[in-house]
């Protein structure tokens, strides 16, 4: 059986049902900007629009043409400083040689080889923000991680096999979740995984996420779904005392780890939006694709991301706006896909997909309801703020948001990257390079007061549990404990 075999017949899972049973067809999007904007708050645009021409970056030989953006790069090294691989790999030879450069030798070498270092990029993308003159890095390193592994890598070998695995998540975790303490026990169990480093090369020194026992899914269903979330909207709204039949309508874009590992950040999205007055449905989806592209595993990519962009365009054309909890999830939907991929839709979808924070930010006081609003039951909070949130220009949002937020404090523990970058720091041969990218937020941590994380991304939370032995939370369950009364389907 292929990858794409056992990819294929997960169809049908529970990720897969949409839950859209009655929608209304009528407009009305929730625009952003309808609301109050926070004084100095500016979120990065997403890639798309009207003019956007998604440029494939190595395509066949015939139709090979000019990349525009390699041409733009000055050699400043700007991206080199700021690529956290390269700062502590000095084999790493950096994101310029990576983008521009190879793409160049590749144009003017006609038996050029994608370098296997591409296979050592994480794909945090600091460097596409960091470079002063707009040159796609990270496009190029998705494009040429795809032909690297498309042309160089054999299917045969336990690295592609280990890959395509990690990759492909969603695949292992819904047939996890089927018996999720089983699983759990299973997949820490010391002789397994000392196999499965041995055998696969994935290391043994991390833990494996806990598979919660009800997934997000499963937990939705059983609260009545779509008519529920509208149910609860409209009260939420006559009680804020908004017309009750205002047209707030989202579609939450959950992702695989709050489905099937942390069920509590979705339900609390779910709760936070609907105080607001926000009716909620659940779409059909698969993987984003990050793993996808930081693995070079462009046709799983694809097709994950065709089923997305189906399903999200669908309900973009009806009105609705889509938000993530994840934000290399945002990421992935606003940035990678149009600069990949052009389904039908893509670029509506792009332009129309938001995080979760910042949705609420740009529509609704969400400062001004939490400057009024107290927590119980969490610490002092480290707030790492994840690559792909800072991408999106997202990156002190919690600290700004619960700044005056009483009964907890939130501190920046600064600008480094957590090191994990995904499924790269499951790789036994990258999780030394991963530690070690990681250092620097582990000691910040350890010298901010309490010992609760705070951070939007799943695999960070994983660095950082693994490096400080801290329970780290989600800024939506802050906001949760801070705004929400009466939480129902609990
Ligand atoms: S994506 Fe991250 S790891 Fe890859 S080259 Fe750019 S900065 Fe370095
Ligand atoms: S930062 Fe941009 S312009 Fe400078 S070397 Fe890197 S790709 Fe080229």
Redesign the pocket.
């Known amino acids: 059986m292929t990858g794409e075999d056992t990819q294929d017949s997960s169809d049908g899972g529970a990720q897969d049902g949409a839950d859209d049973p009655d929608v209304e067809t009528d407009g009305g999007a929730v625009g952003p900007g309808d609301g109050r904007d926070d004084a100095g708050f500016a979120p990065a645009e997403p890639t798309a629009g009207e003019d956007f021409e998604p440029v494939q970056v190595f395509p066949d030989e015939e139709t090979m043409d000019l990349r525009p953006g390699a041409d733009?790069?000055?050699?400043?090294?700007?991206?080199?400083v700021n690529c956290p691989v390269a700062e502590v790999d000095d084999d790493f030879p950096g994101?310029?040689f990576q983008?521009?450069e190879q793409w160049r030798l590749k144009q003017n070498e006609e038996d050029y080889d994608v370098d296997e270092s591409i296979t050592s990029c994480s794909n945090c993308m600091r460097?596409d923000d960091?470079?002063?003159?707009g040159?796609p890095?990270s496009q190029m390193h998705n494009e040429a991680r795809g032909e690297f592994v498309r042309e160089e890598m054999s299917l045969l070998s336990p690295k592609y096999w280990r890959n395509r695995i990690l990759a492909n998540y969603r695949v292992s975790a819904q047939v996890a979740s089927v018996v999720p303490r089983l699983a759990n026990a299973a997949m820490n169990f010391g002789p397994a995984r000392w196999v499965m480093e041995k055998t696969l090369g994935v290391t043994s020194e991390r833990e494996f996420p806990e598979f919660a026992e009800q997934t997000f899914r499963e937990w939705w269903t059983a609260r009545g779904g779509a008519a529920a979330s509208r149910q609860n909207a409209r009260e939420a709204r006559q009680r804020r005392g908004d017309p009750v039949d205002a047209d707030r309508r989202v579609a939450y874009f959950h992702g695989c780890y709050a489905n099937y590992n942390t069920p509590e950040v979705a339900k609390a999205l779910v709760r936070v939006y609907e105080h607001f007055g926000y009716e909620l449905v659940v779409p059909e989806q698969r993987c984003s694709g990050t793993p996808m592209f930081a693995n070079g595993m462009l046709s799983d990519a694809r097709r994950d991301a065709e089923v997305n962009v189906s399903s999200l365009a669908d309900l973009v054309d009806r009105g609705y706006d889509a938000v993530c909890s994840c934000t290399s999830c945002s990421m992935a939907i606003r940035q990678e896909y149009p600069e990949l991929f052009d389904f039908e839709g893509t670029g509506e979808v792009a332009g129309s997909t938001f995080e979760a924070l910042e949705y609420l930010r740009i529509n609704e006081d969400l400062r001004g309801e939490l400057a009024d609003a107290s927590v119980d039951g969490f610490d002092d909070l480290a707030y790492h703020a994840p690559c792909h949130a800072r991408n999106q220009g997202l990156s002190r949002q919690a600290v700004e948001l619960f700044r005056e937020l009483d009964g907890v404090a939130v501190e920046d523990v600064g600008d480094s990257c957590s090191g994990i970058s995904g499924t790269y720091g499951w790789k036994a041969e990258k999780y030394d390079v991963s530690m070690e990218i990681g250092e620097e937020m582990f000691e910040h941590m350890e010298d901010a007061p309490g010992e609760t994380g705070l951070t939007e991304c799943p695999t960070c939370s994983m660095q950082m549990e693994h490096g400080t032995g801290y329970e780290i939370r989600h800024p939506l369950e802050v906001i949760e404990e801070a705004l929400v009364d009466d939480r129902v389907g609990v």
């Open positions: 733009d790069c000055y050699k400043c090294s700007t991206c080199d994101p310029k983008g521009p460097c960091a470079c002063p003159s040159v890095l």
